[in-house]
């Protein structure tokens, strides 16, 4: 199954940008013709089971944007991945490193990444309202867990609208297709060469702060940058400024 994704520009670089695990590709509204207009060919796409892209087999989501980029023709692409989608990038990158030519990580988990205890406890709660069928709740939890002081109400209404579809497809899926994790270790992490910007919210969660701390080591040829402004999903809080931000390294690592 190719994923639901959107195509925009022409040029000699690919540049894939990959959701968090709270949104769909809508949340790339503020950088996607941003990106195509300066001379890039961008796609973003839905992972399975969110927004437009079910759940109908079992799957790896490194695996998946792979195969998308077969299905474009495209040998090799910058990825771009928030939160959930920066792992997902790690994973491409780390798998098929042939493929992957720049990575720009925003508020980015990685493989393995053990949860703090107030982060599993976290998860807990939102365990407890999907079980007491309260997805409402659960979606209100996310919104205000993972935007900073600086969203919109458009920012909100964007996630509450994800979180919900995603909710939705999820649950809905057999437990047979659930997503299948690939291994990926740390010194898989560590023989990823291509060059990579590390950004991290100063007000995101102290979980994905430590993560950055541990990527901007871990990663040969990382840049980090911390955005004193940003809580956990720069690109839908300050989209413009999250756009020059990943023109700039675009056009650094092009």
């Known amino acids: 199954m190719t994923l639901a994704h959107d195509l925009a520009g022409t040029g000699p670089s ?46 790896t989501h490194a695996e998946d944007v792979r195969e998308l980029l077969d299905h474009l023709g495209a040998d090799r692409a910058a990825v771009v991945g928030s939160s959930f989608g920066g792992r ?11 493929r992957v030519s720049a990575l720009a990580l ?16 976290w998860g807990a709660r939102e365990d ?15 919104v205000d867990t993972w935007l900073g002081p600086e969203a919109s109400h458009a ?34 992490l ?8 590390v950004a991290v919210g100063a007000h995101d969660l102290p979980d994905f702060r430590a993560t950055a701390d541990e990527l901007g080591g871990l990663l040969p040829s990382a840049r980090r940058v911390d955005l004193d402004w940003a809580g956990h999903l ?16 675009l056009s650094e690592v092009s």
Do not use: Y
């Not at 195509?36 to 973003?44: I, N, S």
């Open 14 to 59: 690919t540049v894939v940008l990959l959701h968090s695990g709270v949104c769909d590709r809508r949340m790339w509204d503020g950088q996607f013709h941003a990106l195509a207009g300066a001379g890039h060919r961008v796609v973003r796409c839905d992972l399975r089971g969110f927004g437009d892209t079910p759940i109908d087999a079992p799957h």
């Open 128 to 142: 407890a309202l999907i079980e007491a069928g309260d997805l409402d709740a659960a979606v209100e939890l996310n």
């Open 234 to 249: 720069p690109a839908l809080e300050r989209p413009d400024e999250t756009a020059r931000l990943l023109l700039a390294f």
């Open 106 to 121: 925003l508020g980015a988990a990685k493989p393995g990444m053990a949860p703090s205890e107030d982060l599993r406890a």
């Open 190 to 197: 560590a023989g990823i060469q291509a060059p990579a910007l």
């Open 155 to 188: 920012a909100r209404v964007l996630v509450r609208d994800g979180q919900r579809r995603a909710f939705d497809l999820q649950l809905a899926a057999a437990e047979e297709h659930h997503p299948v994790e690939p291994e990926v270790t740390h010194d898989d």
């Open 88 to 98: 997902v990038a790690l994973e491409l990158a780390a798998l098929h490193p042939g």
